[in-house]
């Protein structure tokens, strides 16, 4: 994980939060917790916790993300989630969830964390920093 500024804080996206405990990104997600840089957004907290498999899980998943920092969905982020389909022409085909995940931190002045092609087609057009996490 590569970030121009270090201290700047990071949306978890979903893809990320799937791939955070695998060996090649267990490392950067661990220093990006200890730097206290996570940041969560209610749309990818809706899609990580939709992932739960029972109660248990969805308790815990909802206390991991609940507490983090936010990134607010708000009206002029889906403005500029729109702008940026526009801006995007035929390479719009992104999942909703994820203009909206960079619409977010955009608005913030966040990153976003993440392990998908999306992101970076989105920084094009959306003043915000896209962070690979290694996979």
Same mark, same amino acid.
């Given at each position: 994980?590569?970030? =121009?500024?270090? $201290?700047?804080p *990071? /949306?978890?996206?979903?893809? @990320?939060?799937?791939?955070h405990? !695998?060996? +090649?990104s267990?490392?950067?997600?661990?220093? =990006?917790?200890? $730097?206290?840089? *996570? /940041?969560?957004?209610?749309? @990818?907290?809706?899609?990580?916790? !939709?992932? +739960?498999?029972?109660?248990?899980?969805?308790?815990?998943?909802?206390?991991?993300?609940?507490?983090?920092?936010?990134?607010?969905?708000?009206?002029?982020?889906?403005? +500029?989630?729109?702008?940026a389909?526009r801006?995007?022409?035929?390479?719009?085909?992104?999942?909703?969830?994820?203009?909206l995940?960079?619409?977010?931190?955009?608005?913030?002045?966040?990153?976003?964390?993440?392990?998908?092609?999306h992101?970076?087609?989105?920084?094009?057009?959306?003043?915000?920093?896209?962070?690979?996490?290694?996979?």
């Amino acid at each position: 994980m590569t970030s =121009a500024d270090p $201290a700047i804080p *990071l /949306v978890i996206d979903t893809s @990320a939060w799937i791939r955070h405990q !695998r060996p +090649a990104s267990v490392g950067a997600w661990k220093a =990006a917790l200890a $730097a206290g840089r *996570l /940041v969560s957004c209610p749309v @990818a907290t809706l899609e990580i916790i !939709r992932t +739960a498999r029972n109660e248990d899980e969805f308790d815990l998943l909802s206390s991991t993300f609940t507490p983090l920092p936010q990134a607010p969905v708000t009206a002029s982020v889906c403005r +500029a989630a729109l702008a940026a389909s526009r801006d995007l022409g035929a390479r719009r085909r992104i999942p909703v969830p994820d203009y909206l995940i960079a619409a977010a931190a955009a608005e913030r002045g966040f990153g976003v964390l993440h392990a998908d092609r999306h992101f970076d087609l989105l920084a094009e057009v959306l003043p915000f920093e896209s962070v690979r996490l290694p996979e």
